[in-house]
């Protein structure tokens, strides 16, 4: 589903992550949960299909549930199973993207993690990953959670993404700013 979509439906998404890490917490289940969840949500994001077969108003609830039951009891928490029932007797099932990002941010953010995105041309090797943790760790007191992606485009440097912000230390950013200065 579309990004502009689940953004209507955050604060609903809110409600139902903090009833499910509630359960979670009940159930001291809160890694196991955040890991079936992911798991889920990374299934139905691969497979449209799958997605589209349980956010379709067509499809009676009962069809949905039996899916549901034969792909995931016994196999997921029981308590995270029947929270997908929930949002499948709802017909919210499609939120599920929304809930693992919050639940994800949540949990992150009570145990002062934060996650940055490194974009570089070349993958950061270790030293390097271990030098600019150290230096954002220092900056934020905080516990990076660091993830290098490769973006060629930048031509060299770094572009660091984290709480919604982005620090562009990229070569192709300075030659723009370069270009402009100079016309």
């Known amino acids: 589903m579309a990004q502009t979509n689940l953004e209507k439906y955050k604060t609903l998404a ?25 798991e ?8 449209p299909d799958i997605e589209a077969f349980f956010s379709s108003p ?19 928490d029981e308590k995270f199973y029947n929270f997908l029932n929930v949002l499948t007797d709802k017909n919210r099932i499609f939120i599920l993207p929304n ?3 919050i639940y994800h941010e949540k949990l992150a953010k009570a145990a002062n993690i934060l996650e940055v995105e490194a974009q570089s041309v070349i993958k950061l090797d270790k030293d390097m990953q271990s030098a600019l943790i150290e230096k954002l760790e220092k900056i934020t007191n905080k516990k990076i959670k660091l ?21 562009d230390g990229s070569v192709k950013t300075q030659l723009q700013r370069l270009q402009k200065q100079l016309i």
């Open 14 to 38: 809110e409600r139902y992550t903090k009833a499910l890490i509630k359960i979670a917490q009940e159930n001291n289940s809160i890694e196991q949960t955040g890991k079936e969840l992911k």
């Open 40 to 47: 889920i949500t990374g299934l139905f994001a691969q497979n």
């Open 147 to 167: 993830s290098n992606t490769i973006n060629k485009d930048i031509i060299g440097g770094l572009v660091l993404k984290f709480d919604g912000k982005i620090i």
């Open 58 to 76: 067509v499809i009676k609830k009962e069809d949905k549930k039996e899916i549901l039951e034969k792909s995931f009891k016994g196999k997921i």
């Open 99 to 101: 809930i693992e990002n």
